[in-house]
C-alpha cells in the first residue's frame, strides 16, 4: 500500500464504495462524489487497462477510447508494475461472466 494514499479518510471512502451493492448504487454515488470528467476519465483508464490486457494495439485502443499515448502508456506502467488492482478487477469480472 502507498503510505502517501493510506490514511483515514481514503479507508473510510473505500469502506463506503464496499457498501455499494448495485450498478445504480454507483452511479448515484460517483456522481456525487466526483465530476462528470473525473468519472469519464477513470472509466476510459479502465477501458485501455481492458483493451491492453486483450493485446490490443496503441494506436486501435487510441481510436476506440478516445484516450492520448500518454494515458495509454501511464495504464500500461500500471499493469506491468502496480498493484494488480487492474488484474484483481478484471479477473473478478471475468470470473462472474462465466458463471452466466
Known amino acids: 500500500m502507498n503510505d ?4 483515514e479518510a ?3 471512502l ?3 464504495i464496499l457498501q455499494l ?3 445504480e448504487e454507483c ?3 460517483f456522481e456525487d462524489l466526483c465530476t462528470v470528467k473525473e468519472l469519464l476519465s477513470m472509466s476510459q483508464r479502465f477501458e485501455v487497462a481492458t483493451m491492453l490486457k486483450e493485446d490490443k494495439t496503441y494506436l486501435s485502443i487510441a481510436s476506440k477510447t ?7 502508456s501511464r495504464v500500461n506502467r ?3 508494475y502496480g498493484k494488480d488492482g487492474y488484474d484483481l478487477v478484471l479477473s473478478r469480472m471475468r470470473q ?4 452466466d
Open 4 to 7: 502517501k494514499l493510506q490514511n
Open 10 to 12: 481514503v479507508d473510510s
Open 14 to 16: 473505500f469502506d463506503g
Open 21 to 23: 451493492r448495485t450498478r
Open 27 to 29: 452511479y448515484a454515488f
Open 66 to 72: 478516445g484516450a492520448s499515448t500518454a494515458t495509454i
Open 78 to 80: 500500471s499493469l506491468a
Open 96 to 99: 462472474d461472466e462465466s458463471k
